[in-house]
């Protein structure tokens, strides 16, 4: 755990001066706010001395009011400097972690991030980083002026009262085995809480991006039900919790009542069994001004106590937190730049050199098994198969967003894993099964393509991807807004502009994952006829679901079942191959996609 504590405190960096100056600061409240009862003492006894109708001297006590203004002063200075200087490290330290998270996050690989549910993401960067801010805040300072009252008043109390001090030694393990005993209650509970906010981000992001299937489906309530059910189980833990913090206060209660009671009685023993008449005097062992300095570092002593529970409390939600944000960072990711890479594409050719492929190590079966292929560069690859068949396994690996175990992938004459990242995905486009654009202006999201792009070239790769035409019936036109995930725009609009956007890459391979599913077919062969046309020397390979997105393909590749069952061309295909040809006569069945 030190190592994960360790972790997030590297997050600190330019930070670290106000968490360093914090401690200081609180040394010197805890310093003063003890030694203000022990002058409290003195400046009472020296009252005690004086015979107020005949000696008393104002000027005699002027020392000690002055003295007690400036230790009030400076430990009021040193308390609120102390909490701006927390306030500021604990909020570097949060910013810092959701900066450290988040670039983390963008060198993940589809592997790295599909061990993490999004939900679970949200968590860590929402609630988990606020509750590390708060500890860290409170141990900067509450862990460390605490356990200084703590020490301070106790030495201070010996001083003051002598022995009458070992009241509140045998006080602290009785009120320390039961502030035990409610952390032990309450700590699991916290532990669990942590998942129930995973299960209620989950039910929020769920409901968000699916509102227009809820809405179609009339199933509102439903959602509803689900939130609320995920809410009460947080509400229901969070009750059962502070149930039990909540013996807190009652428990230090009784025991400041307790020590006062013993203080108070005890102290009242010794000053009446030790008087004495002194010049005129009574003198005792035990002056009622070291009775009163006693009763309140009494209450310090065991108000010390109290935050040390409450820190456990907050420390024990902390570590849970911590333990899950050093998940993240600690995750490595497992595709990385080799030592001497390669950046430079030669061309668009392909090879798959007998590749064996799953997404996880413990798995029985292969997603893609016994995969031997080669594809020319500028050649146009059609790729067809049912669910589940390994369509998107096969790309995803050209780009290398997965890594093979077995086997080899070549992308320009060279072993994919030769290649810098950023030059094999520059040079590789991928529009993905899932479309996606950001909030901005349709011209903002072209820009993602390239950059640095005329807007001569993103209307030359709108009109190839047969986005022009409607974009330009917008009346903003390229400056239209797009709401975020596209969601004022149509399918069909909405996949057309992602492949724009992919053309504007000038790669040397352009993959399109069923990009073209929801337009029609006219448009799908316009399409394709525009990256025939003007992109001669990229090689493109499509996914589709459509025979007639393909037909006229190079070579058509039919997956079945995570292996190749064959490739040749249309006529081929429909002469041989009896998935083909099922799929074909299904296709044009009563005039359909002919």
């Given at each position: 755990m030190f190592k994960k504590i360790k972790l997030i405190l590297a997050s600190v960096r330019e930070y670290k001066k106000y968490a360093i100056l914090t401690p200081i600061l609180m040394i010197g409240e805890a310093a003063m706010e003890c030694a203000i009862p022990f002058v409290m003492q003195l400046f009472l006894s020296k009252i005690e001395s004086m015979d107020i109708g005949v000696n008393f001297d104002f000027v005699a006590l002027l020392p000690y009011i002055i003295g007690l203004i400036l230790m009030a002063?400076?430990?009021?200075?040193?308390?609120?400097?102390?909490?701006?200087?927390?306030?500021?490290?604990?909020?570097?330290?949060a910013k810092n972690l959701r900066s450290d998270m988040y670039k983390k996050l963008q060198s993940f690989s589809f592997e790295n991030i599909d061990?993490?549910?999004?939900?679970?993401?949200?968590?860590?960067?929402?609630?988990d980083i606020t509750n590390t801010q708060n500890s860290f805040a409170m141990c900067i300072r509450i862990v460390v002026r605490?356990?200084?009252?703590?020490?301070?008043?106790?030495?201070?109390?010996?001083?003051?009262g002598g022995s009458m001090a070992f009241i509140f030694i045998g006080i602290i393990p009785l009120v320390s085995f039961g502030l035990i005993m409610i952390i032990r209650l309450a700590m699991p509970i916290f532990k669990r809480v942590f998942k129930r906010y995973d299960a209620l981000n989950q039910s929020v992001q769920e409901n968000i991006?699916?509102?227009?299937?809820?809405?179609?489906?009339?199933?509102?309530?439903?959602?509803?039900?689900?939130?609320?059910?995920a809410s009460d189980k947080i509400s229901n833990e969070f009750i059962s919790a502070e149930k039990?913090?909540?013996?807190?206060?009652?428990?230090?209660?009784?025991?400041?009542?307790?020590?006062?009671?013993?203080?108070?009685?005890?102290?009242?023993?010794?000053?009446?069994n030790s008087a004495q008449l002194v010049d005129g005097k009574i003198v005792s062992e035990l002056g009622l001004p070291a009775l009163s300095a006693l009763l309140t570092y009494g209450v310090q002593v065991l108000m010390s106590l109290m935050m040390i529970s409450m820190i456990i409390v907050m420390l024990t939600m902390s570590i849970e937190s911590i333990r899950r944000i050093s998940e993240v960072l600690e995750e490595e990711s497992t595709i990385k730049n080799p030592e001497n890479p390669v950046f430079e594409v030669e061309d668009g050719s392909v090879v798959f050199d007998n590749v064996n492929f799953k997404y996880k190590e413990g798995s029985e079966k292969y997603t893609l098994e016994n995969i031997n292929l080669k594809i020319k560069s500028g050649e146009f690859i059609g790729i067809i198969g049912s669910t589940g068949s390994g369509k998107t396994s096969l790309v995803n690996l050209i780009s290398r967003l997965y890594d093979i175990k077995e086997g080899e992938i070549l992308v320009g004459g060279r072993n994919v894993k030769e290649y810098d990242l950023d030059t094999l995905r520059n040079?590789?486009?991928?529009?993905?099964?899932?479309?996606?654009?950001?909030?901005?202006?349709?011209?903002?999201?072209?820009?993602?393509?390239?950059?640095?792009?005329?807007?001569?070239?993103?209307?030359?790769?709108?009109?190839?991807?047969?986005?022009?035409?409607?974009?330009?019936?917008?009346?903003?036109?390229?400056?239209?807004?797009?709401?975020?995930?596209?969601?004022?725009?149509?399918?069909?609009?909405?996949?057309?502009?992602?492949i724009a956007r992919a053309l504007l890459k000038k790669p040397k391979i352009l993959i399109l994952d069923d990009s073209t599913s929801a337009v029609d077919t006219k448009t799908d062969k316009l399409i394709n006829l525009g990256l025939k046309s003007q992109m001669p020397e990229t090689t493109k390979i499509?996914?589709?679901?459509?025979?007639?997105s393909i037909e006229e393909a190079d070579q058509i590749i039919v997956m079945d079942d995570g292996h190749i069952d064959q490739i040749g061309t249309h006529e081929e295909l429909l002469k041989t191959n009896r998935i083909y040809q099922e799929v074909y006569t299904t296709q044009t069945k009563n005039g359909g996609n002919k």
């Open positions: 002063m400076f430990s009021l200075t040193c308390g609120i400097l102390g909490g701006r200087t927390a306030a500021i490290a604990s909020t570097g330290l061990k993490f549910s999004n939900s679970s993401l949200v968590t860590r960067m929402t609630t605490a356990p200084l009252m703590l020490l301070f008043s106790i030495v201070m109390a010996f001083i003051s991006s699916g509102i227009r299937v809820v809405k179609s489906y009339v199933r509102e309530d439903y959602e509803k039900e689900k939130f609320n059910a039990i913090l909540a013996f807190n206060n009652p428990i230090m209660n009784f025991a400041i009542h307790l020590s006062n009671i013993l203080v108070c009685s005890i102290g009242a023993l010794i000053i009446i040079n590789v486009a991928v529009v993905l099964q899932k479309n996606v654009l950001f909030s901005g202006t349709i011209e903002e999201n072209l820009r993602w393509g390239d950059l640095n792009a005329s807007m001569e070239e993103i209307i030359n790769a709108s009109k190839v991807a047969q986005a022009d035409e409607f974009v330009s019936s917008f009346p903003d036109g390229y400056n239209t807004h797009i709401e975020q995930g596209g969601t004022n725009v149509s399918g069909g609009q909405k996949q057309r502009l992602c499509v996914i589709a679901q459509r025979i007639s």
